[in-house]
């Protein structure tokens, strides 16, 4: 090859190869995978709705009453809740549209009653209730367990108010399909008082209005 040339092809391939080598200095290193707690948090922020079957079990000095729901609930504060078992109770429905509060027996002549006060042992064993205490409350905590099903992570809300049975309450969300598994809620003493244990969830879903109604 002639000088010349030789003089002219080289600095070209040096000042190529500089630049390649800058566009790759520049590329930005890829986005870390979303933590499983990174992942659990945005699907309860982005909760909207939710619909679930559950067993629902109050715990008191004097024993506990244990009942098979269908839950349905908004993050605005809408829900419905249905009985489905025991059979003495089954067909017992309470829901909220957001203004009043209503109770519905097929059993008492399908008679539906307007009740005018809410009461925490009800409004607080909602997913949405615990995503409102957990997002907006001081003093939360997350830790991870493992359990016979797997591994579960498990977030700690704190109830407002005082409450002299319900004082804060625990999630466990599947790790492996970000579900919820179950909610404790304890009293100030640290003794459970209500567990929600959930056969079923599905996050997102499209409720009709009609559902909060009676």
Avoid at 13 to 19: E, G, H, I, N
Avoid at 44 to 73: C, D, M, P
Avoid at 142 to 159: F, K, P, R, W
Wanted: proline share 5%; with cysteine.
């Amino acid at each position: 090859m002639p000088d010349v040339l030789k003089r002219i092809i080289l600095p070209m391939l040096l000042l190529a190869a500089s630049v390649l080598t800058a566009c790759q200095a520049e590329q930005p290193a890829p986005a870390p995978e979303p933590t499983i707690y990174e992942r659990i948090h945005e699907q309860l922020v982005n909760l909207q709705t939710y619909r679930a079957k559950a067993t629902v079990e109050y715990i008191s000095n004097r024993g506990s009453n244990i009942y098979e729901t269908i839950q349905h609930g908004r993050i605005t504060g809408e829900y419905r809740i249905e009985v489905v078992a025991p059979e003495n109770v089954a067909g017992n429905i309470t829901s909220f549209d957001g203004q009043h509060i209503y109770q519905f027996s097929s059993r008492i002549n399908g008679r539906v009653t307007i009740v005018a006060r809410e009461t925490k042992e009800r409004s607080e064993i909602f997913l949405t209730s615990f995503i409102r205490n957990w997002s907006t409350g001081q003093e939360t905590s997350v830790s991870v367990t493992n359990m016979d099903e797997g591994q579960y992570t498990v977030l700690e809300a704190v109830i407002p108010g005082s409450h002299p049975y319900l004082a804060t309450q625990k999630l466990w969300v599947s790790n492996e399909t970000l579900l919820p598994a179950k909610m404790i809620i304890f009293d100030p003493d640290g003794s459970e008082r209500v567990i929600v244990t959930y056969h079923s969830f599905e996050y997102n879903v499209e409720l009709d209005n009609r559902l909060f109604t009676v």
